[in-house]
C-alpha cells in the first residue's frame, strides 16, 4: 500500500488512531494502522513520519507558513538529538570506569595478605639494587613438587619443611615453605629474605625467589643434590664416599663463604647458627652455607652485641655467647673450629664419646694434638689415603678457633691465610667447654640438632 491508500484505510475506520509506513526510508511502502492507545511506538529516523487522528479544535493554525517553520523544526530536533548523544557518551564512560574500578578493587581484596604472612613490599625492600628475585605462583610451585608430596620432602627446620621440585624449563629447585602454625619461622624467614637477598657468594646457598599468595610463604633456592654435610660425615656408610682432599676442600669453601660474610660483602654478617646440617652439597661437592634466619648484621663500627635470648644449636655455641649471651663475629670462628674438627673425625661434638674418657670432641682432640697424636682424630675410613700436613693443620686451626676467650680465636681472614701458608702456626690453648658438663644445663638450646631461638622455663 502506497502511503495515500494508508490514509484512505485509516480515515475509514473510526477506531483508527494513527498511521505511517511499515518501511522506515524515505518514500517507504507499506501501511501500519494504530487502534485504541498507541501501544509500540519507538523513536526511529527523522525521515519516518506517524499521522495522529485529532480533533480539529485540538488544531493550531501556525501563523508563519509550513515552509519556514519545518526548517526552524529540524535544527531544533538536530540539537536536542545532538545534545542527549553527548549525555549518553558521558553516562557510558563513566559507568566503564567505575566498573574498572569496582573490578580492580575486588582483585586487590582477593590477594590481601594475611597478618601473619610476609608481604610482597618485604620482599622488594629487602633486594639489593642489583638483585632479582622472581615471584613464582603457588600453582607453579605446587605442580613443581606434586602438591608437595611426602617423597619430595628433603627434611624439616624450625621454620617448616622442605621440598625438592622442578620447574617447568627442567631447573631443579628447593623450595623451604613457612609452616602455618610456626610464628617462630616467620621471623626467620623475614630475617633470611633481609639477608639472603643482598648477599651473592660461590660459596652462600642461591636464593632464586619466592611464592606468597593467601597464607602460604615460600622461599625457592638452588637444588642441593648432595644435601648436607651431616649426611656425610655422621653416616657410617655415606662417610667412606668422603675422602680427605674433599673434606679439605669443604673446609676451605665454609672459610671462604664466611669471609665473606664478616669482610668482603657490603655488610658485616654474623650468621649464629653454623653448624653441618646448615652446610649444603653441590653436584661438585661444593660447600654452601645455608639458613640465614638466625643472622644479625652489623655496623661498620660494630664489634659485638648482646641478647637475652641465646639462639644456636648445643656444640657449636661459643662461651661468651652461651653464657653471657654475647656474641660477634667470632661467635661464627668457634662454630667454624667445631665444623673442622667434626670434619676431620667425622663424629659430633654434641654426644661424643670416646673409650672411657668424659672428655668432649674439642678436649679429645686437644690431648691427642698436646700428645703429637692429632693424626689419631681422623676418621678411620681415611686413615689409608691423606695427606699428614694438611689434616695436621687443619686440626691445630681448628683448636684455634675454639679457644676460650674470644680474643685468642683468630679472625676469618686470618683462617684462609693459614690454610694458604706453609709458615709455623700458633699453639692453641685449652679449648672451650673442656669437659662434658662445663655448660650449665638451662643454657640447652637444643638436643636434638635442630635450631631453638628462646630460652624460657616452663
Not at 2 to 29: F, H, P, V, W
Not at 118 to 130: G, K
Not at 139 to 158: E, M, R, V, Y
Not at 439 to 450: A, D, E, F, K, R
Amino acid at each position: 500500500m502506497t502511503l495515500g491508500e494508508c490514509k484512505t484505510a485509516c480515515r475509514q475506520n473510526c477506531s483508527c488512531n494513527a498511521y505511517a509506513n511499515i518501511d522506515i526510508r524515505m518514500n517507504g511502502s507499506g501501511c501500519l494502522l494504530w487502534f485504541d492507545d498507541l501501544m509500540d511506538i519507538r523513536t526511529v529516523d527523522e525521515s519516518q513520519d506517524l499521522y495522529v487522528r485529532m480533533a480539529v479544535s485540538d488544531l493550531t493554525i501556525p501563523s508563519i507558513p509550513e515552509l519556514t517553520s519545518r526548517p526552524r523544526s529540524k535544527k531544533k530536533r538536530q540539537t536536542t538529538i545532538m545534545v542527549v548523544s553527548i549525555l549518553s557518551s558521558l553516562v557510558m564512560v563513566i559507568l566503564i570506569l567505575a566498573i574498572l574500578y569496582g573490578w580492580r578493587k575486588k582483585k586487590l581484596t582477593q590477594v590481601k595478605i594475611p597478618v601473619q604472612t610476609i608481604d610482597e613490599e618485604y620482599i622488594m625492600e629487602s633486594q639489593d639494587d642489583d638483585t632479582e628475585l622472581t615471584s613464582f605462583s603457588l600453582t607453579t610451585i605446587s605442580k613443581s613438587t606434586n602438591d608437595f608430596a611426602n617423597d619430595k620432602k628433603l627434611g624439616q627446620g624450625g621454620f617448616g619443611p622442605v621440598y625438592k621440585g622442578m620447574l617447568d624449563d627442567g631447573r631443579e629447585i628447593a623450595v623451604k615453605r613457612l609452616s602455618k602454625t610456626s610464628r617462630q619461622g616467620l621471623g626467620e624467614f623475614k630475617n633470611e629474605v633481609k639477608f639472603i637477598a643482598k648477599l651473592q657468594h660461590r660459596n652462600l646457598v642461591k636464593l632464586l625467589g619466592y611464592c606468597i599468595q593467601g597464607d602460604e610463604n615460600m622461599l625457592i633456592y638452588e637444588y642441593m643434590p648432595n644435601k648436607s654435610v651431616d649426611s656425610f660425615i655422621f653416616d657410617k656408610i655415606k662417610s667412606s664416599i668422603l675422602g680427605w682432599s674433599d673434606r679439605f676442600h669443604i673446609i676451605h669453601g665454609i672459610a671462604r663463604g664466611l669471609l665473606y660474610l664478616h669482610q668482603d660483602s657490603r655488610f658485616k654478617i654474623v650468621h649464629r647458627d653454623l653448624k653441618a646440617s646448615n652446610i649444603l652439597l653441590d653436584v661438585d661437592m661444593n660447600p654452601k652455607i645455608s639458613d640465614f634466619g638466625l643472622a644479625r648484621m652489623f655496623t661498620e663500627h660494630e664489634n659485638e652485641a648482646n641478647t637475652n635470648n641465646i639462639v644456636g644449636t648445643l656444640g657449636y655455641l661459643s662461651p661468651e655467647y652461651a653464657l653471657d649471651g654475647i656474641f660477634s663475629e667470632k661467635s661464627d670462628v668457634f662454630s667454624f673450629g667445631v665444623l673442622i674438627l667434626e670434619i676431620v673425625s667425622g663424629k659430633k661434638n654434641k654426644g661424643f664419646s670416646h673409650d672411657n674418657e668424659s672428655d668432649n670432641l674439642l678436649a679429645h682432640a686437644w690431648r691427642l694434638f698436646e700428645e703429637g697424636m692429632a693424626v689419631e682424630l681422623l676418621g678411620v675410613n681415611m686413615r689409608n689415603r691423606f695427606v699428614a700436613s694438611e689434616v695436621l693443620r687443619s686440626i691445630q686451626i681448628g683448636l684455634l678457633c675454639v679457644q676460650h676467650h674470644a680474643n685468642d680465636r683468630p679472625t676469618m681472614s686470618s683462617v684462609v691465610l693459614m690454610f694458604g701458608e706453609e709458615g709455623v702456626l700458633p699453639r692453641p690453648k685449652q679449648p672451650a667447654f673442656f669437659a662434658k658438663g662445663s655448660v650449665p644445663q638451662h643454657y640447652l638450646v637444643s638436643n636434638n640438632g635442630i635450631t631453638m631461638t628462646t630460652l624460657e622455663p616452663r
